[in-house]
């Protein structure tokens, strides 16, 4: 989605605490000038902007206290690139995600891009704060407990509401969508054999436009395990779906050979990060 005023806040260190440069010293290397933008260090800032930055400026808002900032090469190809610029603390952590140009001048910040569910499901999340499997499992069980005391039957509920099983599943489905790239490559990291082993199952099935959900009986409770809504094993890149909410997509997808990799662009693919032997955790708005 377009960058919002709320996603601003973490688009530059305030200027106070930076050292000015001209923008020359960074214009030769995508991630450094993504950088050197972001913590103030270019002077002046709109000098380091074209295209749709260049149309639109942001106006820049004072971070949070001393952030961390640490900036990500994603994607490199004939004269355009995309940088990640994670900000952190001890406990969180947020992206932002810059599109850059080469131009006869050196790199231009083109685009930012910051990745936001719908606001109903950060609601959501919050009333499930802290809720492990146990407490989700009451949650659950009270609620049916209540809808069998008006007269509703356990399947009548489950049709609306899912089983148990569901519900878990859905909590922390919603919450690994929700996290920051750092956790989602954490998440992979934890679980790469058992995506290698999914990939390998499902490398043997036929391709299908259709998406392999877990009523599948080759693949769909490893798929539920990983916390993977869907998987797609059509045309296109092996792809593994956490989530796909009004067309804000993420998830990992598989591809070691160049004519499956796509183009990441400031209105769809707008994250593209290298997880090593050909896995890649995307995202697209």
Not at 246 to 251: C, E, L, R
Request: glycine share 6%; charged share 25%.
């Amino acid at each position: 989605m377009r960058f919002t005023l709320l996603a601003l806040a973490f688009a530059a260190l305030a200027l106070s605490t930076s050292s000015a440069q001209t923008l020359e010293e960074f214009t030769a290397d995508p991630t450094v000038l993504a950088e050197a933008y972001i913590r103030g260090q270019v002077q002046p800032l709109d000098s380091a902007l074209t295209g749709e930055a260049a149309e639109n400026p942001i106006s820049l808002l004072k971070l949070p206290k001393a952030p961390r900032i640490k900036a990500i090469p994603h994607w490199r190809k004939d004269g355009r690139a995309l940088v990640d610029i994670e900000f952190s603390s001890s406990t969180s952590a947020e992206d932002l995600y810059v599109f850059l140009d080469s131009t006869a001048r050196g790199w231009r910040i083109s685009a930012l891009r910051q990745f936001d569910l719908p606001g109903v499901y950060y609601q959501q999340l919050n009333h499930y704060r802290n809720k492990g499997e146990r407490s989700i499992r009451a949650d659950y069980n009270a609620k049916l407990k209540a809808s069998m005391a008006r007269g509703v039957t356990k399947e009548e509920h489950e049709e609306v509401h899912g089983t148990v099983d569901d519900r878990i599943f859905y909590v922390f489905n919603l919450r690994l969508a929700s996290s920051p790239d750092r956790d989602l490559v954490r998440h992979f990291e934890h679980l790469r054999k058992k995506f290698e082993a999914a990939k390998t199952a499902i490398d043997s099935m036929p391709k299908s436009p259709i998406a392999l959900e877990h009523d599948n009986e080759q693949v769909g409770q490893l798929l539920q395990y990983l916390l993977v809504k869907r998987a797609y094993h059509g045309q296109g890149p092996l792809r593994f779906e956490i989530a796909a909410i009004g067309g804000d997509d993420v998830g990992y997808l598989y591809c070691n050979d160049a004519s499956c990799k796509p183009t990441p662009t400031p209105g769809g693919l707008i994250a593209y990060r290298s997880l090593g032997g050909g896995w890649w955790l995307y995202r697209t708005t």
